[in-house]
């Protein structure tokens, strides 16, 4: 079980934050999330918390961005688009470093696509902005760094060679 004041990655929402416990009507687990200046409060049903996991480590987030190079992108393919979203989302909820090879897949997807002079698929947009949110809020919980400095940070990372276009 999670301790108050422990950030954990809600599914659906990302990095939450455990601020409570409730026992009426069932046990219930009272999380917050923020995005920007709105704070989201939910209760969440102990009996489903194993859907809920912990934050990476510090340790492992050095070494996810350390090793960001060597991160493998995903081969996953489907004929059809919205299967293959469906699954790039089904990843994108467990979290980092998940979230970091779904973002590198979608840029790599991305950058290939305009390279053939094709126009990329919309959802590689629509997930790529997902998984980057989610990826640099993680980070950010791990590393205590902000946003911002986690985002420059990837941004590094990613940068295109000179001469490529910029695909962030």
Do not use: W
């Amino acid at each position: 079980m999670f301790a108050i004041g422990e950030h954990v990655i809600h599914p659906g929402q990302g990095v939450c934050t455990v601020t409570g416990f409730e026992d009426e009507p069932a046990p219930m687990i009272v999380l917050e999330a923020k995005r920007g200046l709105t704070t989201t409060r939910m209760r969440y049903p102990v009996a489903q918390a194993k859907r809920l996991h912990a934050c990476i480590s510090q340790e492992e987030a050095e070494h996810l961005l350390e090793h960001y190079a060597d991160l493998e992108c995903d081969s996953f393919t489907e004929r059809n688009s919205a299967l293959e979203e469906t699954y790039f989302k089904g990843r994108i909820k467990r979290g980092a470093p998940d979230t970091v090879c779904v973002a590198k897949t979608m840029r790599r997807r991305i950058q290939d696509a305009i390279k053939r002079d094709k126009r990329p698929s919309s959802y590689y947009t629509r997930v790529l902005k997902e998984a980057h949110r989610r990826a640099v809020e993680e980070l950010a919980v791990a590393l205590d760094q902000s946003e911002d400095d986690v985002a420059a940070r990837i941004d590094e990372l990613v940068a295109p060679a000179p001469g490529s276009p910029s695909v962030n």
